[in-house]
């Protein structure tokens, strides 16, 4: 089978495609053709090796495991011994987490993983945008954000993968969204369900008085604000909560863990897949029934996996890059 593979950190152009044996599936494992994967913002960390803390996970002084991929949608082609749930022919996505894999036309994973099937409805780019986005934003708004009908809430970096799920999640749940994104993308997000819409390159979101503050939540997506910033704006009992870690921010986790107002970092992929099958449901069944758009910037060949890396590397993609291994698998 074929698959993106690297052998040291880089430049985009260090992954590219090679031949591998098919992997078997053991005892409760699946093994998925995989008809779409994304490449995200942890894929393009753990190629480059940087920010430096990205090489704790992926090896210190060269990758560990040379096939990148979190995210897969697919069909179940083989199952190994033991198998309940799946059967091949199944249309299934999931997350493979921080073992990746998925950059391949074939990944196995535990049936007891975060799997799940992957309603008609939902096409595998979807799916995938899915696990790269919403499985992010919706544990930030619902679980740490505490987002529910009349939260003001602002989402900064409201056009990227996690972004734009974050804005159409929170207006699901009832709340007033402020979105924030750059000139390109303005139109884009207003069409997610946005409030308003504000350009960070004409207006300053975060100075006291800004168009819907006070917020109960700032969403940074990006992670391009600062607590210290988000400060002028939240409500005095607000939550600012960032996606991207640093030493501030962890200082600032436990600095306000017992004031009225809260920095949090979370590790979204870090949870347990008995955590994650029902939230992939969850989601799989809201862009079912349309009332969730899961964003696709572009779809490309496993061939151009180096062109979805620049992709993701420019900073400014709207929603989520995906590859297609397997594209024309149907069946087992
Ligand atoms: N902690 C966790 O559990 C977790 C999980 C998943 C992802 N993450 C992290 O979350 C971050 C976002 O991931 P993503 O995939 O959503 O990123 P992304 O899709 O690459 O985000 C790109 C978007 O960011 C916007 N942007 C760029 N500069 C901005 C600025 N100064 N202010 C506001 N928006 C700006 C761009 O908007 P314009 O083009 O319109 O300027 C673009 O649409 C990454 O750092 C990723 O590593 C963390």
Same mark, same amino acid.
């Given at each position: 089978?074929? #698959?993106?593979?690297?052998?040291?950190?880089?430049?985009? %152009?260090?992954?590219?495609?090679?031949?591998?044996?098919?992997?078997?599936?053991?005892?409760?494992?699946?093994?998925?053709?995989?008809?779409?994967?994304?490449?995200?913002?942890?894929?393009?960390?753990?190629?480059?090796?940087?920010?430096?803390?990205?090489?704790?996970?992926?090896?210190?002084?060269?990758?560990? !495991?040379?096939?990148?991929?979190?995210?897969?949608?697919?069909?179940?082609?083989?199952?190994?011994?033991?198998?309940?749930?799946?059967?091949?022919?199944?249309?299934?996505?999931?997350?493979?987490?921080? %073992?990746?894999?998925?950059?391949?036309?074939?990944?196995?994973?535990?049936?007891?993983?975060? #799997?799940?099937?992957?309603?008609?409805?939902?096409?595998?780019?979807?799916?995938?945008? #899915?696990?790269?986005?919403?499985?992010?934003?919706?544990?930030?708004?619902?679980?740490?954000?505490?987002?529910?009908?009349?939260?003001?809430?602002?989402? !900064?970096?409201?056009?990227?993968?996690?972004?734009?799920?974050?804005?159409?999640?929170?207006?699901? *749940?009832?709340?007033?969204?402020?979105?924030?994104?750059?000139?390109?993308?303005?139109? *884009?997000?207003?069409?997610?369900?946005?409030?308003?819409?504000?350009?960070?390159?004409?207006?300053?979101?975060?100075?006291?008085?800004? &168009?819907?503050?006070?917020?109960?939540?700032?969403?940074?997506?990006?992670?391009?604000?600062?607590?210290?910033?988000?400060?002028?704006? *939240?409500?005095?009992?607000? +939550?600012?909560?960032?996606?991207?870690?640093?030493?501030? #921010?962890?200082?600032?986790?436990?600095?306000? +863990?017992?004031?009225?107002?809260?920095?949090?970092?979370?590790?979204?992929?870090?949870?347990?897949? %008995?955590?994650?099958?029902?939230?992939?449901?969850?989601?799989?069944?809201?862009?079912?029934?349309?009332?969730?758009?899961?964003?696709?910037?572009?779809?490309?060949?496993?061939?151009?996996?180096?062109?979805?890396?620049?992709?993701?590397?420019?900073?400014?993609?709207?929603?989520?890059?995906?590859?297609? &291994?397997?594209?024309?698998?149907? %069946?087992?």
């Amino acid at each position: 089978m074929r #698959i993106a593979a690297y052998h040291r950190y880089g430049a985009p %152009e260090v992954v590219g495609v090679e031949e591998r044996e098919r992997p078997e599936p053991g005892p409760g494992e699946v093994r998925v053709r995989v008809q779409a994967a994304s490449v995200g913002a942890a894929d393009a960390a753990g190629r480059s090796g940087s920010p430096w803390f990205a090489r704790l996970a992926f090896g210190l002084r060269r990758p560990r !495991n040379p096939v990148l991929g979190s995210d897969f949608a697919g069909v179940v082609d083989a199952v190994g011994p033991g198998v309940t749930h799946f059967a091949a022919g199944d249309r299934v996505f999931g997350a493979t987490g921080a %073992e990746g894999g998925a950059h391949a036309e074939a990944v196995v994973v535990g049936e007891d993983g975060a #799997i799940v099937p992957l309603p008609d409805d939902v096409s595998v780019e979807a799916a995938v945008a #899915i696990c790269d986005g919403a499985m992010t934003a919706l544990p930030f708004l619902r679980d740490a954000g505490r987002v529910g009908r009349g939260s003001r809430v602002l989402v !900064n970096g409201a056009s990227g993968a996690v972004g734009s799920a974050a804005v159409q999640l929170a207006a699901h *749940l009832g709340a007033e969204v402020t979105a924030v994104c750059g000139p390109a993308h303005v139109d *884009l997000v207003a069409g997610l369900g946005a409030a308003r819409v504000v350009d960070y390159t004409r207006e300053d979101p975060m100075r006291a008085g800004a &168009p819907g503050a006070p917020f109960d939540v700032v969403f940074d997506a990006v992670g391009k604000a600062t607590y210290r910033r988000a400060r002028a704006v *939240l409500a005095p009992d607000g +939550r600012y909560l960032t996606t991207v870690p640093s030493w501030t #921010i962890l200082a600032q986790q436990l600095t306000t +863990r017992l004031g009225r107002r809260r920095a949090i970092v979370r590790f979204t992929g870090l949870r347990s897949a %008995e955590a994650k099958r029902p939230d992939l449901e969850h989601l799989a069944a809201l862009a079912a029934a349309g009332e969730f758009a899961p964003l696709v910037e572009r779809v490309l060949p496993l061939d151009d996996v180096a062109g979805a890396h620049r992709l993701v590397d420019t900073g400014h993609k709207a929603g989520t890059v995906v590859v297609t &291994p397997a594209p024309e698998y149907q %069946e087992a």
